[in-house]
């Protein structure tokens, strides 16, 4: 699921592409077992959350509200997905429910064979009825007349669902899902199939009304009593919002069990709160804030291991496009647009804020790590320079007046909202404002948590509760594992806000079709990312990387932290004694 993610220096927003910057390492494919030497069982691992950050969401079917990378995190460890992307942005399928898929050449039929090893924690195995389960619920849920909460958060990527002819259940384990028209088949894999978490169907299946299902299954959404049949690593045992959600071991689980006792998500209140948590003991694996980069040696003196997690992704500032918005003519405007982009002072960010560890990005796909997607040949189109952004915005009728670019009694002023907890967040906000305003774009903060501000700034049916919004990204995690933008950028774009631009659209569906070579696809794929980068449907702001804090006693972090997909395996941590 394509997560949005604050720039909040904690959870590696990692989800999704490549391999991760030096200090972020790679998965094994040969993991240790729970009784190898050295490894000891019990104890609990305390995992700090980015401060006043909840986990509000308990199903694998999520609305765009609830679709953050920490609500993702836990529930991975509750369901085990059809497919799980490892650190080198490949299939791994030693720990998806499916074991192989197959597909003809046109790109309209995929065969999907799920391994019979996997079982619910009730002990009754994970089969195709349970994939068809969720099939139907996210189908149901995507239609306009869903209920509330719903829409579906995917619906409209990936050919889901209305992409999608039918979904046949061949045996119990096996389904065939066949497309309407022919596409790329690692794109309907990455952006498709793997939306499908399947979910307990003999429990939740209750309704013989779809649309009822997904009523009840929507008012359980925010219960976390519904985990109660799973089939992850993990079982939910407590859950207190503002406080911790507990698991525990699922003894019933099928791939590698985890040796600790207890896993907590720990609620934090501040960075100064969790960085004192480090030192005392009472935070095992966290993250150094950059406000506090200074004391990183009381840390390190104790033997703290810190590393650089880089997400695959991108950060961005929000620009209300939305329909009935009043923000919408003056932003459709790409020289408006241009000229915000050439006010941020994207190499300062990084150097001044960042210390260094938060490259500049100029379009969808991030310089670090490095991936195929990016085209070796891109440049970025709008550096930095107020003299330039000026100049572009009275080549157009403005002027400016008390300070303030005006034309026709219309000022460029506005209100931008921006995710707290962060200090280096916060300064990146601050300096966009300052710049801003040298330009004549004059704007005024306002900070929100961030799961409020993602709350305000996807809710359509009030399109001027918000102006401009920073401190939000997104993760290439699914359901846009393969990042062709269709989820963010097209029109109506079920998680975009509001641009709408043909040729965009255009380009988004070329990378959708099969193509005989790799190179043909991917020169598809650089054509739309470049043409994305010069159009500015977001702001394009820093890449930072999470600084990881992980005391001594903690072990396998950063082998099973997987920074380039932001979805660690946690089952693999263990602790010694203190």
Known sequence: MTKRATVLASVALTVGIATVAAGCGAATTNPPASGATGVQKGGTIIFALPPQTNINWYLPVTTAAFDSVYNTQLLNMLYKPLIWINNQYQIDWKSSIARKITYNKQGTVYHVYLNKKWHWSNGQPVTAKDVLFTWNVVKAASATNAPAPWPFVGAGTGDIPNGIQSVVQNNPYELTFTLDKPANQQWFIYNGLIQLVPMP??????????????????????????????????????????????????????????VVNRFVFAFQGSNSSEFAGLRTGAVDVGYLDLSEYGAKGQLTSNGDKIFAAYPFGMFYTDLNMYPGSNTAPIFDKLYIRQAMQMGIDQPAINTDIYHGYAPAQYGPISSTPKTQFLDPNFKNPYPYSIQAAKKLLESHGWHEVNGVMTKNGQQLKFQMLYATGSAAATAAAELMQTDWAKEGIVVTLKGQPFSTLIGIVSNRKAPNSWQIATGTGWLYDGPGWYPSGGQLFATNAPSGYGYSNAEED?????????????????????????????????????????????????????????????????????????
């Open 201 to 258: 169907s003999s429990v939740w299946d209750i309704h013989k009304n779809i649309m009822n299902e997904v009523k009840y299954l929507g008012s359980q959404g925010t219960n976390p009593a519904i985990d109660n049949v799973v089939d992850g690593p993990f079982k939910l045992q407590k859950a207190v919002s503002n406080q911790e959600w507990v698991l525990v071991p699922n003894p019933q689980y099928s791939g590698h069990k985890s």
């Open 506 to 578: 255009s380009l988004i569906q070329a990378t959708h079709q099969p193509y005989p070579t790799n190179q043909q696809s991917i020169k598809t794929f650089y054509r739309y990312a470049d043409y994305t980068s010069s159009q500015l449907p977001f702001l394009w702001n820093n890449n930072p990387a999470t600084l990881v804090v992980a005391l001594p006693t903690v072990h396998d972090v950063q082998q099973y932290y997987n920074a380039a997909t932001g979805m660690p395996q946690f089952n693999y941590w263990w602790i010694s004694s203190k």
